[in-house]
């Protein structure tokens, strides 16, 4: 149907200049999107699968002006063979972007997950791998570079004691990787993608955020460029089997985001939810609505914090149940995509700081 023209329109375009979209222009009722751009910065972004829910289409449509493909630019969507791309579903989200002026934070060139075999058990040497990196980052950048705002770089890098995650990319290229993978990103950046290193825990676990920071000082100190950190932010709203809780309070949120953010780095919360023990009691959805509450706030008290994403709109379809079992309930709507507690209080988050350091 009318995909496939849209997205004949898109490859036509990706050979001239490319520049990503910024939707901050559309009408919306009072949402999310409404007080997010009051607030001055610049997107309010969920997960997206494609699927047939029309109530999705119009949540997102009144919600955010940007969105993260949950799966299809990874690397086994787009290189499941080597030098072998295969488009078709990436495609479909280029294309809903283009249609419904949404920007997207693209994700992810390197990780060691979702990462196909033949990459992670090639037997490559030094030489070879980054020549795979590169042929990589250059076609699927190349590709989108007109719809990706932000492009995650690099993916999860970190073990929870802050040092390098063990890694074929790291056992193979060393520490040398993460600025090789910024300097490809930056040299196949044929639109205006802010660069992004991605990760979670990294919003209460001191010596992961302190990895983080270092990260950055390794680009730079490469004379690579790094545009910005994502705090993934998989809360829990309580203590669950796997995970602390209750989630940090709005100080240690705040000055995780410094601890990069001072660096002359952007960052954002890149794939927010909040689970709990489910199935959840109304005081456990008013513990989470306070928890949605200081992360929209903690975002808005850090001058380069530019934008938040949830990780998916309804609990119908979070990841989390699937993988911890027992829990889930993390996300704004429920399954029947009524709003939750938790949205209330994540608008309401995002709107006690519309005046912001202006006044300052
Ligand atoms: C490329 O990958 C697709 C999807 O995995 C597969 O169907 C096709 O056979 C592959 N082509 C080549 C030339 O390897
Ligand atoms: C850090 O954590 C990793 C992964 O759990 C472990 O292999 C490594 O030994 C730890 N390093 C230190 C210095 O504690
Ligand atoms: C791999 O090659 C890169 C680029 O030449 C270099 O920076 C890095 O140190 C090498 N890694 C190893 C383990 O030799």
Redesign the pocket.
Known sequence: MRVSSIVAGLALASSAVASPTFGWGKKHRDSLYKSMKKSGRSFIGTALTLRDEPREDEIVDANFNAFTPENSMKWESTE??QN?F?FDDADRYAAYAKKNHLQVHCHTLVWHSQLPAWVSEGGFDNKTLIGVMENHIKKVMTRYASVCTRWDVLNEALNENGTYRDTVWLRTIGEAYIPIAFRLAKKYNRGHAKLYYNDYNLEYNEEKTAGAARIVKLIKSYGGCIDGVGYQAHLASESTPTAPGPAPDQATLEAALHATADLGVDVAYTEIDVRMNTPPSAEQLQVQSDTYNRIAKSCLAVRKCVGMTVWGISDKYSWIPGVFEGEGAALLWNEDYEKKPAYYGFLKGIKAKKWGWWWW
Do not use: A, G, V
């Open positions: 499941p063979s072998n295969t």
